[in-house]
């Protein structure tokens, strides 16, 4: 069984060339990952061991440097998130709404994770 992406309605697999991450182990991180899946599935309650976000929620700069450049000439290089890299959206046909209605950037996510809760490390 290939390993499928958690967002409401995304529903990629690893079968379609598209890297997917599991949930961080540290508990402030998942949590904020899981909030944004909620977003869009309110019923939707925790990650399982078999819960996976696709690279499609998220933005450029929540990859390592090498990795973007593989990804924008096409290489078969896997991608790798940057410690601390939250998705920016978990529907991509709701992500000018989310941007627009919630004033968020595609780094806001992330960099209010490592402002606020690396502190507390």
Request: charged share 25%; glycine share 4%; net charge positive.
């Amino acid at each position: 069984m290939p390993k499928r992406c958690v967002a409401y309605g995304c529903g990629s697999t690893n079968r379609d060339g598209i890297s997917l991450f599991s949930f961080p182990k540290d508990d402030k991180l998942c949590k904020l990952w899981t909030q944004q899946v909620q977003r869009a599935r309110d019923k939707w309650s925790r990650p399982t061991a078999y819960s996976f976000l696709c690279s499609n929620h998220f933005s450029p700069d929540c990859f390592e440097p090498d990795s973007k450049l593989a990804a924008r000439f096409n290489l078969q290089k896997v991608q790798r998130l940057n410690p601390g890299a939250v998705p920016s959206t978990v529907n991509p046909e709701k992500i000018t709404s989310i941007i627009i209605n919630d004033f968020i950037t595609p780094s806001s996510l992330t960099s209010f994770y490592n402002n606020e809760f690396k502190k507390t490390k």
